[in-house]
């Protein structure tokens, strides 16, 4: 629907989720502009795949993120079953099982905490808010706990390949003997982000759990009265954000090619960020993927500009503090208009 | 003709219904049954639990005590699919859209319409929503908004045309047209009648007299909770019906008008 809807909009006049996916490109142009003039080497092929990496996990979490609230729910335990998804996999790679096997288990492992909590939610009937922080707890204290709080390393090279590797790069070896990397390549993780995103967007739009998903954050009721099962709808969402969270937890982890349970602290925060920079409204019925990957990339970009430009991890907390805000408000003062 | 109509088994049976919340008795032992081509009027002042008992047979609320036959077997309608199944569909009261959803959306919605590949077939669905949105309102326009960018009457028909469009056996219309301007309110009409020679069976919850008068067959009236009297169309006028809505009893000197 909204395919064709945006489509037939944009002819005319950019309007609602159009206009506003439209005004966050733009911010992200504008930023990348602005951070190139203050450092010059923000510009640069290997910054630009820096970004790309540090941007793969929190879109990967922004992607289930925006399932769950479209919604009308919200997702805060993703940071810790991140870190819960890689110390599993980290124990089954110490217990012999072999890296794909193991890493395939620890994204089961991300969605069986997700499908937990869409049964919290659903059966129990616990608000997403407390029933995902009380998640968060649970899946960190385990995590913490299944490895005495310490990192399991040396996990052998095929760990790391998922993180480090990427396709198409280019290497010459030069008359000294050192090699030269002409081209670094497009790394695994983006690309792995770009299917991921590809693939939600396909059943946000064109499958009938993305409608379903939909229908439930914008009227449970009417809903649960049309014969959508809302049940089921909201697990699906829980758990699809579970697996995710597991996902993004292998990318990270096989960048550092090291366990490490306090990975992923706050990563739920930036998260629903991406998300609602993306034009996600926390009150559920709005969203989009490619709007959440602006926002991720909007925060990447953020920080890693500031980054280069020398800006303390404080202020860099403030700033994307003040544009979360702020993107919410010009939204809001749009559909007042 | 009513002895003959009560002869067949009847469509829908509702026996003993009761329904509380906590200690309010919304719905009190009603019985009600609805025969196939005929339009029942389910009456009653505000709060007298006619939604109630409606969302019952629609099967977006249990029962605490009761039993529904449809075609004389009884039937579990613990979900509003079941209701489906059973050939029920309704128009509720609150309209039950989905506001961020576009029309075509919500006609199908948790019925989609999808490709061979199980993709939403969008294009099929917009131009079947067209057609059945066109039929009851030949202006509709602003087919591709969300329906919270609609009138109340739009939404209303909306409401309507997902409610005819899937060919039910059983019709429930909470208040159709209180939203609806005179000519939007005469097609309803008209189409009241036309699904009722097809052999429909409708219920109709309405306050107003006119429409009542025109298009039932019988009317129930509730009071608190309670069924206080079924009658045929023509052994009552409205000031009988109006006696029955506020008092909960007939004029005193009533006897059934039919015959005098
Ligand atoms: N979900 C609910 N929880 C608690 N009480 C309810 C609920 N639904 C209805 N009631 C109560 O049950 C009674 C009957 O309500 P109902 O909606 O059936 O009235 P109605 O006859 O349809 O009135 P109206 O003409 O205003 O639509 C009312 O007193 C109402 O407050
Ligand atoms: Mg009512």
């Known amino acids: 629907m909204s395919e064709v809807q945006t489509r037939s909009r944009m002819r005319f006049l950019p309007s609602g989720s159009a206009l506003h996916k439209l005004s966050a490109l733009i911010t992200l142009l504008l930023l990348i502009l602005a951070f190139s003039f203050t450092s010059p080497a923000f510009l640069s092929v290997n910054n630009g795949l820096t970004v790309l990496l540090q941007t793969a996990v929190i879109g990967l979490l922004a992607i289930g993120m925006t399932m769950v609230i479209i919604t009308g729910g919200i997702d805060l335990s993703v940071g810790s079953v991140l870190a819960l998804s890689g110390v599993v996999t980290g124990l089954l790679i110490k217990a012999g099982l072999p890296v794909v096997p193991a890493m395939a288990l620890g994204v089961v492992a991300g969605g069986v905490c997700g499908f937990v909590n869409g049964l919290v939610i659903t059966k129990m009937r616990i608000t997403p808010f407390v029933a995902t922080l009380g998640m968060m707890m649970i899946a960190r204290g385990v995590a913490l706990q299944l490895t005495g709080a310490a990192p399991i390393s040396r996990l052998g090279e095929t760990f790391g390949a998922l993180g480090n590797g990427s396709f198409f790069r280019v290497v010459e070896m030069q008359a000294n003997g050192f090699p030269k990397v002409i081209f670094p390549g497009i790394p695994y993780p983006a690309v792995l982000l770009l299917v991921m995103a590809v693939l939600g967007a396909y059943l946000l739009q064109r499958r009938q759990i993305g409608r379903h998903i939909f229908s439930v954050g914008s009227n449970e009721e009417a809903a649960r009265l049309s014969g959508v099962d809302v049940v089921r709808t909201k697990i699906w969402a829980y758990t699809a954000s579970g697996a995710l969270a597991g996902l993004a937890g292998m990318v990270l982890m096989s960048r550092l090619v090291t366990i490490q349970p306090n990975e992923g602290v ?72 | 003709m009513l002895n003959t109509a009560t002869e067949k088994t009847p469509l829908v049976e509702m026996s003993h219904i009761h329904k509380r919340f906590g200690g309010l008795h919304a719905v009190e032992d009603v019985s009600v049954s609805l025969n196939a081509g005929e339009v029942v009027g389910v009456l009653g002042h505000n709060g007298a639990g006619k ?77 079947e929503a067209e057609n059945a949105l ?44 209180a939203a609806l301007g005179p000519s939007e309110t005469a097609m309803v009409a008209d189409l009241t009648l036309r699904l009722k020679a097809e052999g429909i069976g409708i219920f109709l919850i309405s306050h107003d007299m006119h429409d009542v008068f025109e298009l039932c067959d019988r009317v129930m009236v509730m009071n608190k909770g309670r069924n206080v009297g079924t009658f045929a169309i023509k052994d009552v006028n409205k000031d009988d019906v109006l006696s029955l809505i506020i008092k909960g009893a007939l004029p005193d000197d009533w006897t059934p008008r039919g015959q005098a």
């Open chain 1, 266 to 337: 706050m990563y739920e925060l930036d998260a629903i960020a991406a998300s609602v920079i993306g034009g996600a409204s926390l009150m559920g019925g709005v969203g989009s993927i490619s709007g959440s990957m602006i926002g991720a990339f909007i925060i990447g970009v953020l920080r890693n500009g500031l980054n280069m430009a020398g800006t303390s991890a404080f202020i860099q907390q403030i700033i994307i503090g003040v544009v979360v805000i702020g993107a919410v408000f010009i939204d809001q003062m749009r559909n007042r208009n």
């Open chain 2, 134 to 177: 066109r039929q009851l309102n030949p202006n509709f326009k602003n087919l591709r908004d969300a329906v919270s960018n609609l009138s109340g009457g739009q939404r209303q028909v909306i409401a309507i045309a997902r409610a005819i469009y899937f060919q039910a056996k059983v019709l429930i219309m909470d208040e159709p047209t």
């Open chain 2, 51 to 127: 939604s109630c008992l409606m969302r019952i047979l629609s099967g977006a609320m249990k029962p605490n005590e009761g039993k529904i036959l449809i075609n004389g077997q009884e039937a579990v309608i613990d979900t509003p699919q079941d209701a489906r199944l059973n050939g029920i569909e309704t128009i509720y009261q609150t309209l039950a859209l989905a506001n961020h959803l576009d029309a075509a959306a919500n006609l199908f919605l948790g019925r989609e319409l999808k490709t061979r590949f199980g993709n939403l077939d969008d294009a099929r669905m917009f131009s």
